[in-house]
């Protein structure tokens, strides 16, 4: 039997509760730490793949490949030490964004440069660099840096 007083959990509040109550009091700090290093490690995966596919033909297509370990490491990090989520976490996750919004400058420059440039703007929206992906690249680190504003988890 589950029991609410003055807002705390009586005696056998189960798992989901618990996380329910810390979401509802913004304490999930260690949980978007966690969901930071994971969402880092997907990421930088599909950009490594897709910039291996294009021959890393210009050098900043290893940035997002050289700034994942960092994040991925400060996640883990924040997982284990409030410490850690507050100070090497949000200095991680802002190169996170930097770099995402650094590749949503050059997947539009290369868009742009595709023959008929943006006099055929759908046509190389589709068939150029992606431009969602520099963003969901960027909403990675911004999960860190949410994770570094957050209470910790009780």
């Known amino acids: 039997m589950h029991m609410r007083t003055k807002g705390r959990d009586v005696a056998d509040a189960g798992i989901v509760d618990r ?5 509802e009091y ?12 994971f969402g880092a490690a997907m990421v930088c995966a599909e950009v490594y793949y897709e910039h291996y596919r294009a021959s890393f033909g210009n050098k900043f297509m290893w940035s997002p490949v050289a700034v ?5 490491v400060a996640g883990i ?4 030490s409030r410490r850690a989520a507050k100070t090497f976490l949000p200095v991680a996750a802002l190169i996170y964004v930097v770099t995402g919004l650094e590749g ?15 006099h055929h703007a ?7 660099p992606p431009l969602m992906a520099p963003m969901l690249f960027a909403m990675v680190g911004g999960m860190g840096l949410l994770a ?6 009780k």
């Open 68 to 72: 994942t370990p960092p994040i991925f």
């Open 19 to 23: 996380i329910a109550e810390n979401i």
């Open 148 to 153: 570094s504003l957050l209470r910790r988890e």
């Open 26 to 37: 913004g304490r999930f700090e260690r949980m978007m730490s966690g969901l930071t290093t």
């Open 104 to 118: 949503l400058f050059f997947h539009t420059r290369g868009v742009i440069r595709k023959p008929g440039g943006l």
């Open 77 to 80: 990090a924040g997982v284990f």
């Open 122 to 128: 759908w046509y190389n929206i589709v068939m150029g």
